[in-house]
């Protein structure tokens, strides 16, 4: 079973606007983390942000927030002031305790639009 | 800044060779990891490794191998590569485990490997 979903294999937002990732994730370990990554056409994969299971707030980082809503097992990325910078591939990912390793949904292409 | 460095960019090999591909960080870090990335598909991981000389199965690693004699080096090994293994395929490294999970992976550049 797929235990992280993208349903959005590619998006666009006009620039200066908000948009919203979506991620839904699958687990039954009570510890977590999600993370989000963001390639560029160049090919390095960018560390964006954080939320662990236990965090009591959503995690932000400058232009980027994480609506985390943790009954519904979703993890949505929102860029906030698109920029045109920002066209890239996203990608939501997860570690659970109990492993090792990052388990990867299959992205959303973001194309900011000026 | 921590570094993850992968020997090529692009790879073009035949049909049955036996190809290396070679992740170098410099962080010192305990854990490495071999993912390819197919469209749709998002990154799939291969191997990894938590220390020199150990590994682990992914979720796909039929077809691959790896090495890992020194910290600072891992190797995934494509026996005999076939068409099907043409994919852009990512390096990673990791620091040590502790009781959070928040630690992040940080990735090499990519190889971008086509078989003929």
């Known amino acids: 079973a797929q235990k992280i979903t993208q349903t959005q294999p590619g998006m666009f937002v006009q620039e200066k606007e908000a948009v919203t990732l979506d991620c839904t994730y699958d687990?039954?370990?009570?510890?977590?983390?999600l993370f989000w990554y963001k390639q560029p056409s160049s090919g390095e994969m960018i560390f964006l942000i954080y939320?662990?299971?236990?965090?009591?707030q959503n995690a932000t980082e400058g232009r980027y927030s994480l609506n985390f809503q943790k009954a519904r097992k979703s993890a949505n990325l929102v860029i906030s002031a698109s920029q045109l910078g920002d066209s890239a591939m996203y990608f939501c990912a997860m570690r659970e305790n109990a492993g090792n390793m990052l388990t990867f949904g299959g992205g959303t292409r973001l194309m900011v639009k000026p | 800044d921590v570094k993850v460095t992968q020997s090529s960019r692009y790879l073009v090999k035949r049909t049955g060779e036996k190809v290396f591909l070679e992740c170098v960080q410099d962080m010192d870090h305990e854990n490495m990891f071999w993912y390819r990335q197919d469209p749709g598909l998002g990154l799939r991981l291969i191997y990894f490794s938590y220390d020199v000389k150990m590994k682990e199965k992914g979720d796909i690693p039929e077809g691959y191998s790896v090495s890992r004699e020194k910290k600072e080096r891992f190797s995934l090994i494509l026996e005999s590569a076939s068409t099907n293994q043409t994919s852009m395929y990512l390096c990673a490294s990791r620091g040590p485990e502790g009781r959070l999970v928040n630690t992040e992976a940080f990735f090499g550049q990519g190889t971008r490997l086509t078989v003929v």
């Open positions: 939320q662990g299971s236990y965090d009591q």
């Open positions: 687990t039954s370990d009570p510890s977590y983390g």
